[in-house]
């Protein structure tokens, strides 16, 4: 896995919202008063990372739509017509879920559905 340099600013923003998510997760402490385990923080705080982590994916795939307009079928080569209602994709990724709406071609020729590759 490829490592993101983080500028300070960054560093400093992603600090205040671990110190936020911190205080959304609440006590240390069960509702019967004994101390939480390790084990049991961990798996409180993967599970944020993890719907973090989902929600900002979906964001930044959402946000890369389609590059060409006009694609062609990726069997024929010969231009596609863009179909009026875009198609919910859903993925399963290694944090959660992760859906978008993604633009639908067609070729006639084909009779084939295609979904043009972004950039």
Do not use: H, Y
């Not at 490829?2 to 992603?14: G, H, I, T, V, W």
């Not at 990372?49 to 024929?76: F, H, M, Y």
Request: overall charge negative; charged content about 30%.
């Amino acid at each position: 896995m490829k490592s993101m340099k983080l500028s300070a600013e960054q560093r400093r923003r992603l600090e205040a919202i671990a110190g936020d998510m911190q205080e959304m997760l609440g006590s240390n402490v069960r509702a019967d008063g004994r101390a939480k385990t390790f084990d049991e923080l961990e798996d409180e705080c993967v599970a944020v990372g993890d719907w973090l982590t989902s929600q900002v994916l979906q964001g930044r795939v959402a946000a890369q739509g389609v590059v060409d307009e006009s694609p062609c079928c990726p069997d024929c080569q010969r231009p596609g017509e863009r179909l009026p209602d875009d198609e919910v994709r859903i993925l399963q990724t290694s944090r959660g879920e992760a859906a978008w709406s993604e633009a639908v071609w067609f070729c006639r020729p084909c009779r084939r559905s295609f979904f043009p590759s972004v950039g």
